[in-house]
């Protein structure tokens, strides 16, 4: 704490004497935690239309049917009720992505969480609950920083919801899941997330939105909403920094198996 404190005050200091700079590039900018016009328009913002459930986004939006999803969620609909995206994560947004990563962690996150409020506000109404999606302790002390809790913490300060950073546990750390067929994810994530004992009469009748930074198979954030849901949340949305592009095989069935 004392440590952060004193970072701060570093910063505010050091934006005196020296002009805030693009978070991709390091050009000057006009505000810090931004970034520079030539590198914004390069950004991979996701916009309409996109599917309103595995938020992929389509050609065109005859592709979407009733209800705004896909063929591939009209056939079966994911776990969470509405999926929202504010990036792609392709092979060009890759490179953007990695060097975000050597950014200072809380700028970065601040600036996703804007544009991740942009791309969920129609499902981050009053009344609402964000839940960060947990990651294990051990990973915990090697990253330092759990991505999705500094999205979450920052959406919900930034249109005054209440955030849950402790409703769900992950109970055990999880192998990489996208190398690996459906039913072997399905395996790997059964009982990994459980919401806390303490934290179930926040959840009674609420609608959540659940954070996280990225959305591949989907099989994390089943889980999570499977165990949000059997705890008595009556909605569960789910909101993403970034959507990997074409996953054939979405874990949308989990539900069925936990
Ligand atoms: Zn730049
Ligand atoms: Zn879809």
Known sequence: ????????????????????????????T??????CSTCFVRLPLLG????AACAQPQASSALLGRDGLCA??????????QGRAAFIYDAGARDMILRLKYADQLDYAAFLAGHMARAGQDILGPGVLVVPVPVHRWRLLSR???????????????LGLDYGPDVLERLRATVRLARFSRGARQRE???VMRVRAGRRTLLRGRTVVLVDDMLT??????ACVTALREAGAQKVHLLVAGVVPERPGLDIDLQEML
């Open 1 to 28: 704490m004392v440590v952060r404190l004193l970072r701060h005050a570093g910063r505010f200091v050091l934006d005196r004497l020296y002009p805030p700079s693009c978070l991709l590039c390091g050009a000057d």
């Open 30 to 35: 006009m505000q810090a935690g931004l970034v």
């Open 48 to 51: 309409p239309p996109c599917c």
């Open 72 to 81: 591939t969620c009209e056939r079966r609909h994911p776990a969470w009720e």
């Open 144 to 158: 330092r920083y759990n991505q999705a809790a500094l999205l979450g913490r920052s959406i919900a300060r930034g």
């Open 189 to 191: 994530m059964q009982g």
């Open 217 to 222: 198979t989907g099989a994390t954030a089943t």
